[in-house]
Structure formats: structure tokens, C-alpha cells
């Protein structure tokens, strides 16, 4: 999408508001929103302010992007930037993703079912709203509840009594950006290429074999380790029995859960 359209399509122009002058003027010589995008990036990878400049213009973004009335298929995704909502002053997090994982983070992306509204609910005590900001690019926002998080979901509850607090932002776009996305991010190819390439996960012994260390206590449960090697059965790789663990606590985020 040429960048020139930009404004159009999330209906600002240069103005008044002084964000929005800011972001037109960001936009000045770049190829694409998602260049645009990937220089906010740039100017918050690693700092430890927990409110930097750059959140105040991706909250602008977010707040005029357009309602997505329907998502569904695989959608690439760059983490754009991570604070720590409930901390006031150091941004521990991302500071933290900045330096180790930024270059080569283990997240590129995620898949929908289709959905009707601008939140797509991973958990209850975890929210992604999305809006898009150009045709096929997303600009999403990570919501977490800090309170209640060993209880039980009650519904009936307001969601206040979580106190959700915003965590950062992050993209996804579908493939009509492959080529820009390749350009800007070229991680996101190279990490999709390994995933589908004709590595043999099962005929592996690092994929498919546990290596346990020695208990700083010298204490190990037997009969834990064989409801492990049981919950193993049937799995091809350890990769796929933590898949059911996550999935089994997504489900029932229970402090007892057995899992």
C-alpha cells in the first residue's frame, strides 16, 4: 500500500492535533504504514521508559483504526513494543525483550477463527484488540488482567475487578505484504521457512526424548514423572505434549489444575 493513501484509509490528515502532525511527518519518505510501523519499532526496541513518546502515536493509530468485522486464516506478526502495565517508572520487559529477542523473536504471528468484533479473547485474564489500519495490516493491543489471577473466572465479576492493564502493541498483516514484511522483517521468512521445512521432528531424539536435571533437592516425584511419561503417550514430540499442557490451562487456569 503506498504510504500516501495512509491517512486516507484511517481517515486523518495533517491537523490541529499535534500527534497527528507528528505521524504525517513521520510518514514523510517512507515506502509503506508498515515502514512507518517498523521505525516505531526502531525508537522503543530495548528502552526501559515504560511510556515512551512512540506509545502515544500508536495509541492514536489504534484509537482511529477501523473496526475489523471479520478475521480468519494465518496472519504474520511483529511484537512492536512491550511495557509493563503495572509498573509506573522502569520497563523491565521491554528492555529485556529488546536486547534478547527482538532480532529473533519466537513470535511471528498467530491464526483466527473467524470472529466478530475488535477483541479476540485468547483467556479472560488475557485480551488482543486489533484494528485495522490499512487494507490486510493490523495494529493490535496486548491487555492482561493483574488482579484475581489464581481464581477463577467469574463472569459475573466487572471486568474493573481484573484490572486489566495495557502491555504493548503488536502487527499483523496478511499476504499482501509479503513482500514489504520480507523486507523490513526478515525473520518472520526465515522462522517460517525452518517450521515447514523437512526438518524430521519425530525421527529426532531432541525433539522427541526428555533431559531431565538433577532436583537442586535431590527430592524427584516418581509417580509425577510417570503421569508425565503417560501424558507423553500418543504425543510425537515434546513440543506437542507442552501444546496440551497449554492448551489444558488455557481452558482451566486453575492454581490446582493438575497440569
Given amino acids: 500500500m503506498a504510504a500516501l493513501n495512509f491517512f486516507d ?37 530495548g528502552t526501559l521508559k515504560n511510556n515512551p513518546h512512540t506509545h502515544a502515536k500508536l495509541a492514536k493509530l489504534f484509537e482511529n483504526g477501523k473496526s475489523v468485522e471479520n478475521v480468519e486464516g494465518h496472519f504474520y506478526g511483529v511484537t512492536i513494543g512491550l511495557r509493563t ?11 529485556l ?43 493490535g493491543q496486548l491487555l492482561f488482567a493483574t488482579r484475581r489471577l489464581f481464581e477463577e473466572y467469574n463472569p459475573e465479576l466487572q471486568s474493573g475487578e481484573y484490572h486489566y492493564a495495557h502491555f504493548g502493541y503488536f502487527l499483523l498483516m ?4 509479503d513482500a514489504e514484511r520480507r523486507r523490513l522483517f526478515p525473520y518472520t521468512e526465515d522462522l517460517w521457512k525452518t517450521k515447514a521445512s523437512s526438518i524430521q521432528w519425530t525421527k529426532n531424539a531432541k525433539f522427541t526424548n526428555f533431559t531431565f536435571a538433577e532436583p537442586s533437592d535431590g527430592n524427584c516425584s ?11 503417550e500418543g504425543k510425537e514430540t515434546v513440543l506437542d505434549l507442552l501444546k496440551f499442557y497449554s492448551e489444558k490451562i488455557g481452558k482451566d487456569a486453575d492454581i490446582n489444575s493438575p497440569y
Fill in 222 to 232: 516418581e509417580n509425577l514423572l510417570k503421569e508425565v511419561m503417560r501424558d507423553m
Fill in 9 to 45: 484509509e484511517i481517515d486523518i490528515k495533517e491537523s490541529a492535533d499535534p500527534l497527528f502532525t507528528e505521524i504525517y511527518h513521520d510518514l514523510q519518505g517512507k515506502s509503506s504504514p508498515l515502514e512507518l510501523l517498523s521505525s516505531y519499532l526502531d525508537e522503543i526496541k
Fill in 97 to 139: 525483550w529488546g536486547k534478547l529477542l527482538a532480532d529473533a523473536p519466537p513470535w511471528v504471528g498467530k491464526g483466527f477463527n473467524p470472529v466478530g468484533n475488535i477483541i479476540n479473547g485468547i483467556n479472560y485474564f488475557r485480551i488482543d484488540e486489533i484494528v485495522e489500519v490499512a487494507p490486510g495490516l493490523y495494529l
Fill in 174 to 177: 496478511d499476504e499482501g505484504w
Fill in 85 to 95: 502495565g503495572i509498573l509506573k517508572r522502569y520497563n523491565i520487559l521491554n528492555f
